[in-house]
């Protein structure tokens, strides 16, 4: 009769010790750190700030924020979601901008994807609507200093 109760405390001490470890930070972090370096980051040479874990059974929500080592500043901040898969978290997607280790490119009309558009518009056009896409000889260019 006595095994009883010593069955009953174990299964409890097994119990809280999961819950535990689901909520745990440092393994969230792992999770993010795991992730990072499949990404192809170098993180040993960052430093990487965790803050806003939510917890949420199974799942978690957490803000990094990231900056270079030693300088104490953060140069970005991200959110990434994660669920616990086979006792480990696990990055299961991000909240703001792209991919890491993915270059954000322009299309092929020049234009940023999501419609930013040109960073650099505004300025002179590339080809001026008179020349017709060719370069102006030299002769039809005032001399330095001059309008024509």
Known sequence: MRIAPVVVLIACLVACKSANQSQNTDAVRQGVFDYLTQKGMNVKGMDI????????????????????????????TKGYHLEMQGGK?????????????????????????????????????????????????PEDLPPAGQEK
């Open 49 to 76: 700030n965790l803050s806003n874990v939510k917890f949420n059974g199974n799942q978690a929500d957490v803000t990094v924020g990231f900056g270079v080592k030693g300088t104490g500043q953060m140069a970005m």
């Open 89 to 137: 978290w696990v990055v299961i997607g991000s909240q703001g901008g792209d991919e890491h280790g993915k270059a954000t490119t322009p299309d092929a009309g020049g234009a940023m994807p999501g419609g930013a558009g040109n960073p650099h518009a505004g300025g002179m056009p590339a080809t001026p609507p008179s020349a017709g896409g060719k370069m102006p000889s």
